[in-house]
């Protein structure tokens, strides 16, 4: 069973950073691609941003710039760097990694940004 465990959430005010870090049991080379999505309430779970197996990133329009997923292979970690961070930007954020059909998730961490 792989576990992710997500950290690094928080209350911060718009402007500024956060890195939230997502440890895996096992090494992060073993899934296809690892990334973070996030839920606000009443909303629907959407990617923030992902990594593949290749080191090819992706991010949603609305992070671009602000945002970066990295990964540390020695950790067994993916890392989000968010910075310049909005009201907006309020939300749960978890970790998934994939492995062929199979997504496995984090807890999720909770990153509010006051105004």
């Known amino acids: 069973q792989v576990q992710l465990v997500e950290s690094g959430g928080g209350l911060v005010q718009a402007g500024g950073s956060l890195r939230l870090s997502c440890a895996a049991s096992r090494s992060i080379f073993s899934f296809g691609s690892m990334g973070w999505y996030r839920q606000a309430p009443g909303k629907q779970r959407e990617l923030v941003a992902d990594?593949?197996?290749?080191?090819?990133?992706n991010y949603r329009d609305s992070v671009k710039g602000r945002f970066a997923i990295s990964r540390d292979s020695a950790k067994n970690t993916v890392y989000l760097q968010m910075n310049s961070l909005k009201p907006e930007d309020t939300a749960v954020y978890y970790c998934?990694?994939?492995?062929?059909?199979?997504?496995?998730w984090g807890q999720g961490t909770q990153v509010t940004v006051s105004s």
């Open positions: 998934k990694a994939r492995e062929r059909s199979t997504d496995y």
């Open positions: 990594i593949t197996l290749g080191g090819y990133t």
